[in-house]
Antibody, heavy 123, light 113 residues
Framework: QVQLQESGPGLVKPSQTLSLTCTVS??????????WSWIRQPPGKGLEWIGY???????YYNPSLKSRVTISVDTSKNQFSLKLSSVTAADTAVYYC???????????????WGQGTLVTVSS | DIVMTQSPDSLAVSLGERATINCKSS????????????LAWYQQKPGQPPKLLIY???TRESGVPDRFSGSGSGTDFTLTISSLQAEDVAVYYC?????????FGQGTRLEIK
């Protein structure tokens, strides 16, 4: 059974960089069958996709966040990470990591999710 | 971006009754080469991550009760719960994965009447 677990600081100051890591267990990031993603949810609001990464390092980002987002992968640790720069209060959210099946050129629905971690942006 | 719009925003249904949630996409999510609709439905209970219920618009994920069903094609989709159970109280989201930049609907809150 695949499990994903987010980790990182729960409080970040405005203008600083938010950094989170997702550790995958029960399966290998390097299997090549999946894309690994970050999704966020502001308190009481809906879901916003942030971006994907493939084990090779290929990335796809939400255009609205692209200038501030970097997603990277460490296959040796079976982890992938999110960095979001120049944060403001609007970036306060629960951040989820999730897995999506890759099929040919398609990236499919998210079948496994982490429990999420709340990151608050405040001085 | 493909904009996903759900209706209604909230819904109250009696136990044992049918619940219907709609989702409309701003452009078709039907891929003509394989005749598949790139549309998923998720259920999110308080304090939990979303759970995948349905993909390809109508295929139930393993372990999802058969009272949940998805239908529709192109731009208009429906999630139906045939007989509402107490444990179905949640927020439901549709999501398109037709484009690499996936997008979600705003969510529909389902409660017991």
């Amino acid at each position: 059974q695949v499990q994903l677990q987010e980790s990182g600081p729960g409080l970040v100051k405005p203008s600083q960089t938010l950094s989170l890591t997702c550790t995958v267990s029960g399966g290998s990031i390097s299997s090549g069958d999946y894309y690994w993603s970050w999704i966020r949810q502001p308190p009481g609001k809906g879901l916003e996709w942030i971006g994907y990464i493939y084990y090779s390092g290929s990335t796809y980002y939400n255009p609205s966040l692209k200038s501030r987002v970097t997603i990277s992968v460490d296959t040796s640790k079976n982890q992938f990470s999110l960095k979001l720069s120049s944060v403001t209060a609007a970036d306060t959210a629960v951040y989820y990591c999730a897995r999506a099946l890759g099929m040919g050129y398609d990236i499919l629905a998210f079948d496994y999710w982490g429990q999420g971690t709340l990151v608050t942006v405040s001085s | 971006d493909i904009v996903m719009t759900q209706s209604p925003d909230s819904l109250a249904v009696s136990l044992g009754e049918r619940a219907t949630i709609n989702c409309k996409s701003s452009q078709s999510v039907l891929y003509s080469s394989n005749n598949k609709n790139y549309l998923a439905w998720y259920q999110q209970k308080p304090g939990q991550p979303p759970k995948l219920l349905i993909y390809w618009a109508s295929t139930r994920e393993s372990g999802v009760p058969d009272r949940f069903s998805g239908s529709g094609s192109g731009t208009d989709f429906t999630l139906t719960i045939s007989s509402l159970q107490a444990e179905d109280v949640a927020v439901y989201y549709c999501q398109q994965y037709y484009s690499t930049g996936v997008t979600f609907g705003q969510g529909t809150r389902l409660e017991i009447k």
